[in-house]
């Protein structure tokens, strides 16, 4: 599941109804619940690109540096390097500037984003029974009890 979908989905879980306190308190664990697993599949798979990113960047400085075997890069799909093998003090530029390195970088920061917005939300669920129990009050002052 995307960001946009959470995004949607969590604008429609995060509504309390006014009329139905009692059934939106008893709503937190299962919202608690969903998106914890969200959060915790989210947090398995920015782990799990970031470990990507960091094996693809070795092969990348293997790549550059010519030490690459014919098999290792026939397995990559990639051809020999034809460049001069670039200084120590060179090979981040390079590395930055890599397409497939590029592209490992903006699926972190998408992991990122999407994990901290499911932080955000469990924030707010934590504070759900909080707002709960504040508008039961409110309703219980307003009728004078």
């Given at each position: 599941m995307g960001l946009e979908e959470l995004q949607e989905e969590w604008a429609k879980d995060c509504a309390i109804d006014d009329d139905h306190l009692d059934r939106e308190s008893t709503r937190t664990p299962n919202l608690h619940s969903k998106y914890l697993n969200h959060l915790i599949k989210h947090k398995m798979l920015l782990a799990k690109t970031k470990g990507e990113h960091n094996h693809l960047r070795t092969k990348k400085f293997r790549y550059y540096r010519g030490e690459m075997s014919r098999d290792?890069?026939?397995?990559?799909?990639?051809?020999?390097?034809?460049?001069?093998?670039?200084?120590?003090?060179?090979?981040?530029?390079?590395?930055?500037?890599?397409?497939?390195?590029?592209?490992?970088?903006?699926?972190?920061?998408?992991?990122?984003?999407?994990?901290?917005?499911?932080?955000?939300?469990?924030?707010?669920?934590?504070?759900?029974?909080?707002?709960?129990?504040?508008?039961?009050?409110?309703?219980?002052?307003?009728?004078?009890a």
């Amino acid at each position: 599941m995307g960001l946009e979908e959470l995004q949607e989905e969590w604008a429609k879980d995060c509504a309390i109804d006014d009329d139905h306190l009692d059934r939106e308190s008893t709503r937190t664990p299962n919202l608690h619940s969903k998106y914890l697993n969200h959060l915790i599949k989210h947090k398995m798979l920015l782990a799990k690109t970031k470990g990507e990113h960091n094996h693809l960047r070795t092969k990348k400085f293997r790549y550059y540096r010519g030490e690459m075997s014919r098999d290792e890069l026939s397995n990559a799909g990639w051809e020999q390097w034809q460049g001069l093998k670039p200084l120590k003090n060179e090979m981040n530029e390079f590395l930055e500037g890599d397409n497939d390195l590029i592209q490992t970088s903006m699926k972190i920061e998408y992991y990122q984003g999407i994990v901290d917005f499911l932080e955000s939300v469990m924030r707010a669920i934590g504070s759900r029974d909080w707002q709960i129990r504040n508008a039961i009050q409110w309703k219980q002052f307003i009728s004078g009890a």
